[in-house]
């Protein structure tokens, strides 16, 4: 059976960012997949900083209707302080971060040598939650500031510009915290206000976040 050279130049490909590629219905090139387009809208990297604001209209930001859902990425954020804890909070207009939330908070936890206790893997986080809070919500229990211990995760924010429904939330992380144990911390929650939400602040619960880097992207409907 004879093989056929595949032809790189006989397909017509157009690149679309964020978007998977695949076979056209001719079988002779390729188009984009349905799904939801990501785009990049800013970066913000972190050096010895009080904190990591991204206000909608401010330096390139959005943060309106444009996008249904935003995605914050965080990428080996470092704390300056030992046990410190990487948290969130909105702003409802105005110049202050504090709408009101109402989240709930879960972590698990293992060790390299596997020696914590089972009933310790997976712990509902009650001092991590709020009810009906201004206060700012911790994303992980706590972060070690050893050169190699970091928090990396997500957060998505649901139509922070809807001014009928609650703006929800979801947030996974993973952390590092005495250098021989990983924890994931699971938050979930809502702004409970009217307003739009147009600004998302980053902070430490105590001390600056020495570095990281933190992206925000818009989620596009397909």
């Known amino acids: 059976m004879a093989i056929s050279k595949f032809n790189y130049n006989s397909f017509n490909v157009t690149p679309v960012a964020s978007k998977a590629l695949a076979f056209n219905s001719d079988a002779d090139g390729f188009t984009t997949a349905s799904g939801s387009s990501m785009i990049l ?17 401010a330096d390139s930001v959005v943060l309106d209707d444009t996008y249904p859902i935003y995605k914050f990425e965080f990428i080996n954020i470092h704390p300056a302080t030992d046990g410190a804890k990487f948290s969130v909070n909105f702003r409802d207009g105005g110049s202050s971060y504090d709408a009101t939330k109402t989240t709930t908070m879960f972590r698990t936890y293992h060790q390299e040598d596997d020696g914590e206790s089972s009933g310790d893997r997976f712990v509902y986080e009650g001092g991590g939650d709020l009810a009906q809070s201004t206060g700012i919500q911790r994303l992980v229990s706590a972060i070690g ?4 211990e970091t928090y990396s995760g997500e957060l998505f924010l ?3 510009s809807s001014t009928t429904f609650v703006k929800h939330f979801i947030s996974r992380g993973s952390s590092v915290h005495d250098a021989s144990a990983n924890q994931d911390s699971f938050v979930a929650g809502y702004c409970n206000v009217t307003a739009a939400i147009d ?7 105590s001390g600056n976040i020495d570095a990281g880097k933190i992206k925000l992207y818009g989620i596009a409907d397909s």
């Open 145 to 148: 500031n050893a050169d190699d």
């Open 158 to 160: 649901f139509n922070p």
């Open 199 to 205: 600004g998302v602040q980053f902070s430490m619960n």
């Open 41 to 57: 809208i800013k970066t913000l990297t972190a050096s010895s900083s009080a904190n990591l604001s991204f206000v909608d209209g």
